[in-house]
């Protein structure tokens, strides 16, 4: 199938090595990894179906907009796990299982694995994340953005203008 990407040796003969090394090691380290990226894909389609659900509770509008960060978040985790199959495959082909004396490891796709696995629990937590503890989170979120923005002299000032409001109010009122 892939003859011409065979190297051969000096007298003409093919090695099977190189070819050996880079095409059939790989193969069921590739495997793993394309399960662990339809694993991931599935939690997020599971994530985007529990999230439409919260917000029909809340009674919020959906837009489009939950649909383009659940595009972007799609981007970014399977484009990490696809780094890492990268990474898992440098290790293989620089055998670095066994010059560590790890030779259990070799061949299987541990940085690939570690990342999934970091994934699908980010995920399962957002699933079960209930839609009132979301919504609490959110408004103390607010709070503290509001905190941050407002200062002491600023809330002083206010409360200042809301009282002299309310007297100018009372004295137009009894006259």
Same mark, same amino acid.
Request: hydrophobic content about 45%; charged content about 20%.
């Given at each position: 199938?892939?003859?011409?990407?065979?190297?051969?040796?000096?007298?003409?003969?093919?090695?099977?090595?190189?070819? #050996?090394?880079?095409?059939?090691?790989?193969?069921?380290?590739?495997?793993?990894?394309?399960?662990?990226?339809?694993?991931? =894909?599935?939690?997020?389609?599971?994530? @985007?179906?529990?999230?439409?659900?919260?917000?029909?509770?809340?009674?919020?509008?959906?837009?489009?907009?939950?649909?383009?960060?659940?595009?972007?978040?799609?981007?970014?985790?399977?484009?990490? =796990?696809?780094?890492?199959?990268?990474? #898992? @495959?440098?290790?293989?082909?620089?055998?670095?299982?066994?010059?560590?004396?790890?030779?259990?490891?070799?061949?299987?796709?541990?940085?690939?694995?570690?990342?999934?696995?970091?994934?699908?629990?980010?995920?399962?937590?957002?699933?079960?994340?209930?839609? #009132?503890?979301?919504?609490?989170?959110?408004?103390?979120?607010?709070?503290?953005?509001?905190?941050? =923005?407002?200062?002491?002299? #600023?809330?002083?000032?206010?409360?200042?203008?809301?009282?002299?409001?309310?007297?100018?109010?009372?004295?137009?009122?009894?006259?």
């Amino acid at each position: 199938m892939f003859t011409a990407l065979r190297p051969t040796r000096p007298g003409g003969k093919n090695s099977n090595a190189m070819y #050996d090394i880079i095409f059939i090691s790989t193969g069921p380290m590739f495997r793993v990894a394309v399960v662990v990226m339809l694993l991931v =894909l599935l939690a997020m389609i599971i994530d @985007l179906g529990a999230g439409l659900y919260k917000a029909k509770q809340r009674g919020e509008y959906r837009t489009s907009e939950a649909l383009k960060r659940s595009l972007s978040k799609f981007i970014s985790y399977e484009g990490g =796990l696809m780094i890492a199959c990268i990474a #898992d @495959l440098f290790v293989h082909l620089c055998k670095f299982y066994q010059l560590v004396g790890i030779n259990l490891l070799e061949g299987v796709p541990v940085v690939t694995l570690l990342v999934g696995l970091f994934l699908l629990v980010v995920e399962f937590m957002s699933v079960r994340e209930k839609a #009132d503890q979301k919504t609490k989170k959110q408004q103390q979120e607010a709070a503290e953005l509001l905190g941050k =923005l407002l200062t002491k002299e #600023d809330l002083a000032e206010f409360f200042k203008y809301v009282a002299a409001k309310n007297a100018a109010q009372e004295t137009e009122g009894g006259k």
